[in-house]
């Protein structure tokens, strides 16, 4: 029997990979920092030609340094032999649109700005003339506008590429939708700026072609001499990528003899080459094949059972350990986007994706679950069951309709959405479309008016009830994940995970205590709150490694002062 609670050892691959893609990163951050600069210099031209000269003498001191100049061409060689490894990696070219445009203007990009390389570094490093802005301008504006064009093109298809490339970086962190707006907006202001700039600065030229110094003129021999560089990069920059994709051809020819035949229920046999993955192989083959998470090892939904061939297969790495053993998987069983199965298996798909939802469940969409940052708010009336004995069915549905209406108004004022309303108690989420701090914020308005409605509920109603409406609240927050789950007309968006759990022993812990109120010290630093007035315990959570520390508020209006 596998153990899969033992602590995890990092392979060195694993470790490999990690390293690469952290280059990866950081060779694709630099030649962004270039283009930012860039386009900030050719965004000068909208003043006039002298900023942009400015401009450039502070371009030329960060980037023509010795320093500069190593990492400027340092990452552009790097980050394209990464693209190339990344191009011979993939088992299959069949690829999201992003990813494939990503690959397409990333491989495309040195034979776009090969020509305005050569007639600027190069030429400046062979003749010592450094090359202005008035010189530039004048040869893509007025001599060379075909080259004008191309190179506009060159400079949008690579600030495409690093936009892309950022996308995928920061599209998993919890804050990126709230800056999303902001950063689309960036980057389309940015190349609209510089182009502007640049075409300002040609029709400036245009005007008074005379007043900016007469045109530069180089020997023939070194005309010769750039004509062969330009080739040269042309014909090695050829020769990489077309090495890429022969190398993938003579891959997949050596491995086509080591096929390896996974078996699933109902005798279908899909046949994939060795370092496929059971998911991969299931997409291939057109098997429906649950994966929420979308394949990224994230969540659990595509795990399998193993049921013949085990041995001699690869021991899950560090991240699949640890995701069997958050659900205490037992023994045979693997997740199918991480296991890459050596020599023939036989597998059994252990979530069924039922009758409803097979397309969405594949293929991993958003509405299926997002990971967010929010607030919960947990509220139950207290004694409801002495109170619904003590009136007419239709009345105690009267009065109970008027509490929801009251918790459903507090909490959507306060900026929250109703999830979901369980008996007498209520379930609310805050931070759907605003950050951690801001749900905190909210949810402790929510309860403040919460809290103001049921006053207000007891002093109309108080000849209904012996005694006043009591209520009992708690605030969390914390990660959880979001989306559309149920059956039929009874899907609805809502969120499960860990937070939901504590929140709602912070609100049995509330009824056991006779507080109005239990505030996580989550909610408590996000909302910026002051509660040393107020008592501090630590709650243990069954099925929950760490403890939960929290504030006890016996009545609400101590939080309102």
Partial sequence: MQDWTKPARETKSRGILFRWRELRLATGLVLGLFLLTHFSNHALGLISIEAMEQGRAWFNLLWRNPLGTFLLYGSLLTHFLMALLALYRRRTLRMPWREATQLALGLSLPFLVITHVVGTR?????????????????????????????????????????????????????WFARYALLLYTGAVLVPVLALLGFVSAGKEIARAPDLYGPAMRISSAAADKLAHINVGLYAGFAALVLSAFIARIIRSSLLKAQNVRIVYPNN???????????????????????????????????????VDGEEGQPPPSGQERGTLARINAGPHVRLACQFRPVHDVAVVPILSTGRQGVTSLVRGTAEQGQEREIAVLFCDLRGFTSLAERHLPFDTVFILNRYFEMVGESVENAGGYIDKFIGDGVLALFGLKASPQEAARQAVDAALRIHAGLIALNRQYASEFEKPLKIAMSLHAGPVIVGKMGYGQATSLTAVGDTINAASRLEGLAKELDAELVISDDIAMRAGLDLSDCKRSTLSIRGRAASLDCWIIPEVETLAR
């Fill in 122 to 174: 190069v030429e400046w490093s062979l003749t010592g003339w450094g090359v202005g802005y008035p010189e530039v301008i004048r040869n893509l504006w007025i001599r060379s506008p075909e080259i004008g064009l191309r190179q506009t093109i060159a400079l949008i298809v690579a600030w495409l590429h690093g936009c892309l490339g950022i996308f995928f970086w920061l599209r998993a962190r919890t």
């Fill in 268 to 306: 279908q046999i899909v046949s994939v080459p060795l370092g496929f993955s059971v998911l991969e192989a299931s997409r291939l083959a057109g098997i429906p094949h649950v994966s929420v998470c979308g394949g990224r090892g994230r969540c659990s939904t595509c795990r399998v059972r193993l």
